[in-house]
């Protein structure tokens, strides 16, 4: 069965530093989303990607986040320059054409920023 | 601004046993869709069943089900015959049907099964 995949599993990384992080949703899928989850909190919307664009983003997503699909597999979320408070579990989900509503997530990428 | 309780931060069932997990949900919109989420130890989001608002009739996976009550807004979950591979975090979401993408979420029910 297919499932959206995530790289790194785990990451640490410096307070200012950039941390890319990846995902590989399921092939037939147009929609994307990344989501977080802050220990002990509930899950968070970051962003939807539609065509190449961003259809959807919270509050959270400021400045300092971007997201990418570089090829025709991938879809990334940049933080560029991190902060203690990103430290959080950053989930990849996507979902099929005309059935956007229902999306399925990869394992998440634990972020732990010192 | 929609919103999803989940009242019970904590839940046990013994095995092979029936837990019923609740949600309650806030919105004034008539279409959007509602979901149970799984989430074990090893944090990966499990899509465990879906409902639409349009729909009637309570969705069923296997043991799963769904008590969805539109007019009071909520939405329990159903486990029957639990089985130790059930423990884990439940979340329930919920999303409106056209304008957004974004799921929101409860903050969750955690389930132990006892053996």
């Known amino acids: 069965e297919p499932e959206v995949t995530q790289t790194p599993s785990h990451q640490v990384t410096q307070m200012g530093q950039e941390v890319i992080l990846r995902c590989v949703p399921i092939?037939?899928?147009?929609?994307f989303y990344w989501y977080r989850q802050i220990l002990g909190q509930k899950v968070e919307f970051l962003v939807s990607f539609y065509n190449n664009e961003i259809s959807e983003k919270s509050e959270i997503f400021d400045d300092q986040f971007s997201v990418e699909r570089p090829d025709g597999s991938n879809f990334t979320l940049k933080i560029r320059s991190t902060k203690l408070e990103d430290s959080a579990m950053y989930f990849c989900?996507?979902?099929?054409?005309?059935?956007?509503?229902?999306?399925?997530f990869g394992p998440g990428t634990r972020l732990l920023v010192l | 601004a929609q919103t999803v309780t989940q009242s019970q931060p904590e839940m046990s069932v013994q095995e092979a046993e029936t837990v019923t997990l609740s949600c309650t949900y806030d919105?004034?919109?008539?279409?959007?869709?509602l979901f149970w989420y799984k989430q074990p130890p090893s944090r990966q989001m499990i899509l465990v069943i879906r409902?639409?608002?349009?729909?009637?009739q309570n969705a069923t996976e296997n043991r799963f089900s769904v008590n969805f009550q539109k007019a009071a807004k909520s939405f329990s979950l159903k486990i029957s015959d639990s089985q130790l591979g059930d423990a884990a975090m439940y979340f329930c979401?919920?999303?409106?049907?056209?304008?957004?993408?974004?799921?929101?979420f409860g903050k969750g029910t955690k389930l132990s099964v006892i053996p």
């Open positions: 919105t004034s919109e008539s279409d959007y869709y």
């Open positions: 409902q639409e608002a349009y729909k009637q």
């Open positions: 979401a919920y999303k409106i049907g056209a304008g957004s993408y974004q799921l929101t």
């Open positions: 989900a996507s979902s099929e054409p005309y059935r956007s509503e229902t999306q399925y």
């Open positions: 092939s037939n899928h147009l929609y």
